[in-house]
């Protein structure tokens, strides 16, 4: 009889066990489906498919300093000489923060549009896609908008050492599963 109740017990603590593992993968969960739903809710809000970039290079010092985060929009109103826009390259990966320097709005609507880095010499044509002058308005990402300073350097490191990346992801991950909830 003593040895099933203590079956019994160690049943029961096993089940326990379980669903608070559960309950802390699905805890997990919330937090990552949470994080997408804001990023989701941003692209909508702001119509930028990158709502937050990370400046990467010293280019438009000193305007924005490597590792600022800048907020995008991408409203539909004109392009002008002298906004900060983000735009892509064709094949590549990488979004590139730039001055407009020039603005062409040609008869039909369609706008062409000349950037340049404030700390480069020369515009960005070497930067474009293989035979383009100039950018069209859906190869823009957005215009900046606001900025927290250096925040993104932790990005930045976090790119530049990718184990790091993956450690406190695995931190982060076990700390979850291991939290007990009171």
């Known amino acids: 009889m003593e040895t099933v109740k203590?079956?019994?017990?160690?049943?029961k603590k096993l089940w326990k066990n379980k669903r608070q593992l559960t309950l802390q993968a699905l805890n997990l969960?919330?937090?990552?489906?949470?994080?997408?739903?804001?990023?989701?809710?941003?692209?909508v809000v702001t119509k930028s498919e990158s709502p937050v970039v990370v400046v990467l290079s010293g280019s438009m010092e000193p305007a924005f300093q490597r590792g600022d985060i800048l907020f995008l929009t991408n409203q539909d109103d004109p392009i002008r000489a002298g906004e900060i826009v983000v735009f892509k390259i064709k094949d590549r990966d990488i979004p590139i923060v730039h001055r407009v320097m020039k603005v062409h709005e040609k008869e039909d609507g369609s706008v062409e549009v000349l950037t340049k880095g404030d700390n480069n010499r020369v515009d960005d044509r070497g930067?474009?896609?293989?035979?383009?002058?100039?950018?069209?308005?859906?190869?823009?990402?957005?215009?900046?908008?606001?900025?927290?300073?250096?925040?993104?350097?932790?990005?930045?490191?976090?790119?530049?050492?990718?184990v790091l990346k993956?450690?406190?992801?695995g931190i982060m991950g076990i700390f979850v599963l291991t939290n007990k909830e009171s």
């Open 127 to 162: 930067l474009y896609a293989p035979g383009q002058l100039w950018l069209q308005r859906e190869d823009i990402l957005g215009r900046a908008k606001g900025t927290l300073r250096y925040l993104g350097m932790v990005t930045i490191i976090l790119n530049d050492y990718p």
């Open 29 to 43: 969960a919330m937090i990552v489906f949470s994080a997408l739903m804001i990023w989701k809710g941003l692209m």
């Open 6 to 11: 203590n079956q019994v017990v160690e049943i």
């Open 166 to 169: 993956y450690v406190l992801i």
